[in-house]
């Protein structure tokens, strides 16, 4: 089983929809929880922390649930510009990422 | 502020040829990482550092991989000898310290490997 796990997409969504990624972790252990984003040959960015009183930066909210194991983000009134890989990440100091998931908007 | 700084950005070789990638890290950052990015496996973790000493290594693929950090501005990824399968994008990333909103990682523009 891999560490992190998340949905495989692709995702293809209108301009407008909202669109919802999860993630599962197996390191009961782990203290750090993020959402980055990799646009196509470039490098992984951070989109936002995760907490686990769940966090909104905008039309993106993150939330957490360590009974589960699960995060989630969710993406509302998705912009072409949101067209990128999304990669969920896990960990302390061994940050482990996720295969991502691949988000398509179109007009 | 200058970011994670890579070097070569493009790399094609021949198998069996040494391999050598370089990395400059965030200054003042103590943690240092290398991953491997292919569209089979995600991104990859290989080995981190904390303060120039590795801290595990157990992503390392194989004998034919080493990974140094001389000093806190200066890490190398090395390869000998390569194979095709080692084709891949390898990402450098540095972090400033351990917990919290400090566990953000910033990332090199990663080197791209070609091995024929």
């Known amino acids: 089983r891999k560490e992190v796990e998340q949905d495989p997409g692709p995702f293809n969504v209108p301009e407008g929809a909202t669109v919802a990624f999860n993630c599962t972790y197996s390191?009961?252990?782990?203290?750090?929880f993020f959402w980055y984003r990799q646009d196509c040959r470039k490098e992984p960015k951070l989109l936002m922390s995760v907490y686990s009183s769940g966090n909104e930066d905008g039309r993106f909210t993150a939330q957490l649930n360590r009974a589960s194991q699960y995060i989630s983000l969710l993406i509302r009134d998705s912009k072409l510009s949101d067209s990128a890989t999304y990669l969920c990440v896990v960990g302390h100091n061994d940050m482990r990422f996720g295969a991502g998931t691949r988000l398509t908007v179109k007009p | 502020d200058a970011g994670v700084i890579q070097s070569p950005r493009h790399e094609v070789t021949e198998m069996g040829q040494e391999v050598t990638l370089r990395c400059k890290p965030i200054s003042g950052h103590d943690y240092l990482f290398w991953y491997r990015q292919t569209m089979m496996r995600g991104l990859e973790l290989l080995i981190y550092f904390n303060n120039n000493v590795p801290i595990d290594d157990s992503g390392m693929p194989e004998d034919r991989f080493s990974a140094k950090m001389p000093n806190a501005s200066f890490s190398t990824l090395k390869i000998q000898p390569s194979e095709p399968r080692d084709s891949a994008v390898y990402f450098c990333?540095?972090?400033?310290?351990?917990?919290?909103?400090?566990?953000?990682?910033?990332f090199g523009p990663g080197t791209r490997l070609t091995v024929l």
């Open positions: 390191n009961s252990a782990s203290q750090s």
């Open positions: 990333a540095s972090k400033r310290a351990s917990g919290g909103r400090f566990n953000e990682q910033f």
